[in-house]
Every structure is written in structure tokens, then in C-alpha cells.
């Protein structure tokens, strides 16, 4: 507000200036929603729409904290598509590709909204089961494992057929860091 005094000195007028931000205030949330986009990208794996490796191995440092706190259960399952290679080897890599898209897809369908699911590279995958004990990720996976078996996976006019495997670990007090917890899975992982 700008008050306008008259040659006599009194003011008889105020002057208003009125700035329009609008065009600021959407450029701002346009700005938000671009780096709220670029950070689920940077967390993300553009084939399977899962967590890349390297956030999805925060949130098991982070999970292992947790547990290392709150002593609750939760294990750790590695899995991978048998014979991948072959895969690629026999349909091509855009068909090995649609295998991965549709163990991702069947994954996202078969965890909890509390399991973190990544892609660990390649054809191998991971999944952190929080509050779950042994036995009952022993139950997922062998669930998760006979909707894979039962899939048929079609590309062009292929129909392919896979199966996975998988191992398991449940997060003790004996190990001293997550990678320890890795390690026991990807052993039992490697026995499958």
C-alpha cells in the first residue's frame, strides 16, 4: 500500500500494487513433483519397476538396525531365474527381459506392503520380510516360488516357461553387520 498525498498534503488516495506469483507458485510445484520423480528414479530399476540394488541395500542396513533395536524377526530371501542365460541364449534378450518384467510383476503381487522387493542385478533378486520369522518365509517363498513355476511368460509368439530359485535367512544376533545376513542368504541361495 502507497499512500498518494494530494498538493495540499493530505492524502485522499492509497496506491495498491499487486504482484501475481501464480506463475512462480506452479513453476515451485512443478520444480517438487520433477525432484519427487527423479528421486523414485534414483531408487528404481527401470525394467522392473523395483528397487535398484543400491537403495534397496539401504533399507536392509537400515532393517538390520532396526532389528539390532527392536529384536524383531525378519529374514532375507535371495532368489534367481534358473537357467537365465539359456533364456537369453534361446528366445532373445527383449523375451529375457519380459521374463524379468513378469518375476517382478509376480513378486510385487506376492509380498506385503511392508517386504522391500529390489532387483540385486541381473536375474537375481531380493526380498526383505519384516516381522517374519523362518518359517513363515519359508511359506512365501515356496508360494512365490509355484506362482513362477505356474507362469507362462509370452513375448511375440513365444511362451516361455522358468522356474526360480531361492534361499532364505533369518537376521540373528550373531551377525555382526548385514553383510553377514547377505552372505547367509546367498548361501542358501547357492545350496538351492
Not at 75 to 95: E, R, T
Request: proline share 2%; aromatic share 10%; with cysteine.
Amino acid at each position: 500500500f502507497l499512500p498518494l498525498v494530494s498538493a495540499d498534503g493530505i492524502i485522499n488516495h492509497v496506491g495498491i500494487i499487486i504482484y501475481d506469483v501464480t506463475d512462480m507458485a506452479v513453476n515451485k510445484l512443478e520444480l517438487a513433483d520433477a525432484n519427487e520423480e527423479l528421486a523414485r528414479l534414483s531408487r528404481t530399476d527401470r525394467l522392473t519397476d523395483l528397487y535398484n540394488r543400491g537403495f534397496w541395500e539401504e533399507c536392509l542396513a537400515f532393517e538390520f538396525e532396526r532389528y539390532k533395536r527392536s529384536k524383531q524377526p525378519c529374514c532375507l530371501i535371495m532368489f534367481d531365474i534358473d537357467h537365465f542365460k539359456k533364456v537369453n541364449d534361446s528366445y532373445g534378450h527383449p523375451a529375457g527381459d519380459e521374463v524379468i518384467r513378469q518375476t517382478a510383476r509376480t513378486l510385487r503381487l506376492t509380498i506385503r506392503k511392508t517386504d522391500i522387493a529390489g532387483r540385486y542385478g541381473g536375474e537375481e533378486f531380493g526380498v526383505i520380510l519384516v516381522n517374519t520369522k523362518r518359517e513363515e518365509a519359508l511359506i512365501f517363498s515356496e508360494r512365490f516360488r509355484k506362482r513362477i513355476e505356474a507362469l507362462t511368460v509370452r513375448h511375440d509368439d513365444l511362451k516361455i516357461k522358468y522356474t526360480i530359485s531361492l534361499g532364505i535367512a533369518e537376521l540373528t544376533d550373531d551377525m555382526p553387520e548385514y553383510k553377514q545376513w547377505l552372505s547367509g542368504t546367498d548361501q542358501a541361495l547357492y545350496s538351492s
